[in-house]
Structures are given as C-alpha cells and as structure tokens.
T-cell receptor, first 107, second 117 residues
C-alpha cells in the first residue's frame, strides 16, 4: 500500500527552479516527510526532511501544506547534476521507498 | 556524516551458491538497514540490524535466505543464500547517523551489484 504518490517523471530546465510534488494524504501525526534522491548507479542521498514546518537547507526547500497531506520539494536552481530519481517518503524511522519521480534536467 | 564501504562492489555468482556482503562504517551507529534494489526497481527494505540483537526482517524476507550478522557498532554482513537468478540485484547497506538528533536521516553505501547466472 503506497503511502505517497508522485508523478512518474518530469523535465525541468537548467537554471530554473524544479518543483516536485508529493501527495501523502494518509500521513500520521508522528510521521516525517523525507526526500531522498538516487543518481544513476549510486546509493540514495538524503536531501531534506520535515514534520510540520517548511524547511530549507543548502540543497533544497521543503514546503508542507498545513494539513500535511502533501508537500513540494523545491530545487531552486536545477543543474544537470540534479538529474536523478527523487523519492518522497513518509515514515517514523524505517524508510520505505516508492517508485519516485524521475527528474531530467535539460540544458 | 557516516562513510559506508561495501564489499564486494560487484560479483557474478553461480546458481545455488551463497555470497556474503560486508558493510563497514567509519563511525559507531546503532541502526543499520539492508535494502535490495532489483533491476529497474526502487529500493526494498530487507531487514533492520541492531547490534546485540537478532535482525528484524520485513515481510517477504526470511533469515534462512538472508542471514545477517551485526557483531559490533561499525560492521554488518548480509548473506544471500542458495542464490537464483531472481536474486540478481543491488544490495545496499544504510545507517542512521543523525548525530543523535533522531531525525531518521540515512546514509547509504554505494551498493553491491550481484549477478546470478
């Protein structure tokens, strides 16, 4: 049973912001929203996580709706190296990966 | 952040044999996780391995097929037993190393790519 829903794929232009949506309508009160990405042939890489509040770090921003049923990962200035599969996960501590969104950044 | 080394990075194995994958971490960590990534698929959690206790397996995975050792806080092994071509996958070790903040942030090794003929 999928706990998150993400688009299968999306393209974005280099230098522009990439906005990756995720629906998690059945999220529990103690579950965090995590974002990871996997660049081809590498292990997954942590990006950001949040519980209720919006979060920002050096890689990205995470916007969580007030009802916590959806979130958006924002890559402010996408580069070609951001091409990867992006996973949105809701969890307390064990991470279960869904299919993710294949993001292709084009020059 | 934790640095994770896995051995072997890749191997080609014969049907019916077993292979042990090693995961070495450069710091002491409590929780270690083993994942499998089949070709073209997402990651699936196999088990959670905590030092001093038996591994906890996810649905669909059993100890006889995937025995795990966790002898100390920096090392773990996963054995893939009696391999068949369906076991051809990337096996990844991951650890929780969030500086004690309990954020659940995981770090992953580069994986061990197994091909079973």
């Amino acid at each position: 049973d999928a706990k998150t829903t993400q688009p299968t794929s999306m393209d974005c232009a280099e230098g522009r912001a990439a906005n990756l949506p995720c629906n998690h309508s059945t999220i529990s009160g103690n579950e965090y929203v995590y974002w990871y990405r996997q660049i081809h042939s590498q292990g997954p890489q942590y990006i950001i996580h949040g519980l209720k509040n919006n979060e920002t770090n050096e890689m990205a921003s995470l916007i969580i709706t007030e009802d916590r049923k959806s979130s958006t990962l924002i890559l402010p200035h996408a580069t070609l190296r951001d091409t990867a599969v992006y996973y949105c996960i809701v969890s307390v501590y064990k991470l279960s990966f869904g299919a993710g969104t294949t993001v292709t950044v084009r020059a | 952040s934790a640095v994770i080394s896995q051995k072997p990075s890749r191997d080609i194995c014969q049907r019916g044999t077993s292979l042990t994958i090693q995961c070495q971490v450069d710091s002491q960590v409590t929780m270690m996780f083993w994942y499998r990534q089949q070709p073209g698929q997402s990651l699936t959690l196999i088990a959670t391995a905590n030092q001093g206790s038996e591994a906890t397996y996810e649905s669909g995975f059993v100890i006889d097929k995937f025995p795990i050792s966790r002898p100390n806080l920096t090392f773990s092994t996963l054995t893939v037993s009696n391999m068949s071509p369906e076991d051809s996958s990337i096996y990844l070790c991951s650890v929780e190393d969030d500086g004690g903040r309990n954020t659940g942030e995981l770090f992953f090794g580069e994986g061990s790519r197994l091909t079973v003929l």
